[in-house]
Nanobody, 124 residues
Framework: QVQLVESGGGLVQAGASLRLSCAASGRTFSSYAMGWFRQAPGKEREFVGAKSGSGGSTVYVDSVKGRFTISRDNAKNTVYLQMNSLNPEDTAVYYC?????????????????WGQGTQVTVSS
């Protein structure tokens, strides 16, 4: 079992930055691919980005490329989502997810464990 706890959400103005953190329990963190997803009110959960277990491969949805960066510190069992140049369309609950297996996938159904989510609100 893996438990995931997100933190770092909040209310910011357009153009600001936030860094989300996701701390994972367990001793084999590097064997899990880690993904970030988001869900805006009235919309389906959307893939944001994911990083492989080794950290060597990262994928992003087109809408955040160049603005968001995923990093991970396997020694601290933590994955981060650095979000820059935020805009109101980024407002959502952000979830981190862990996938058994080191390959990063974009489909939410590929992930085995989920955090509780953290709210990010971007005002115009």
């Amino acid at each position: 079992q893996v438990q995931l706890v997100e933190s770092g959400g909040g209310l910011v103005q357009a153009g600001a930055s936030l860094r989300l953190s996701c701390a994972a329990s367990g001793r084999t963190f590097s064997s899990y691919a880690m993904g970030w997803f988001r869900q805006a009110p009235g919309k389906e959960r959307e893939f944001v980005g994911a990083k492989s277990g080794s950290g060597g491969s990262t994928v992003y949805v087109d809408s955040v490329k160049g603005r968001f960066t995923i990093s991970r510190d396997n020694a601290k069992n933590t994955v981060y989502l650095q979000m820059n140049s935020l805009n109101p369309e980024d407002t959502a609950v952000y979830y981190c997810a862990a996938r058994v297996g080191s390959t990063a996938y974009t489909f939410s159904s590929s992930y085995d464990y989920w955090g509780q989510g953290t709210q990010v609100t971007v005002s115009s």
